[in-house]
């Protein structure tokens, strides 16, 4: 009965945890396509999100997440992350735009009409880059 008592507990506890996942883009498209990201899983509230270098990642749907990083700094391709018309994307974490690695290359938010709502937004510059 102790051990049953125990076993219980601990999976109450374990229940009431919310662990932050890490989730990258493995493809441009939707956010809400699970084709999309690692795993086939679609980020939610309390995931860490990275746009992975290369990739166009749209919100179609209102969405959340903890955090997000736009472009990841391994490769030098353009990365784009763009909010469509009446959507809202909150995040309750940071929002970074990681500089490219070589000249001529853009990382990328694009809110059309739609919204961001964030703690904060980090952006930094290396040689002929740009974060817009």
Do not use: E, Y
């Amino acid at each position: 009965m102790k051990k049953q008592f125990t076993l219980c507990t601990v999976l109450c506890i374990l229940s009431l945890c919310v662990w932050s996942a890490p989730i990258a883009s493995i493809a441009s498209g939707n956010w809400d396509n699970p084709a999309t990201w690692s795993g086939g899983v679609v980020p939610v509230a309390g995931d860490d999100v990275t746009i992975s270098n290369g990739h166009t990642v749209t919100i179609t749907a209102d969405a959340a997440c903890a955090s997000i990083s736009v472009g990841s700094g391994a490769l030098s391709l353009s990365t784009t992350l763009t909010v469509n018309a009446g959507i809202l994307l909150t995040v309750s974490g940071d929002i970074t735009i990681v500089p490219p690695l070589t000249n001529n290359r853009d990382n990328t938010i694009n809110v059309n009409d739609g919204a961001i709502s964030c703690a904060s937004l980090h952006t930094s510059n290396s040689a002929g880059n740009s974060r817009r």
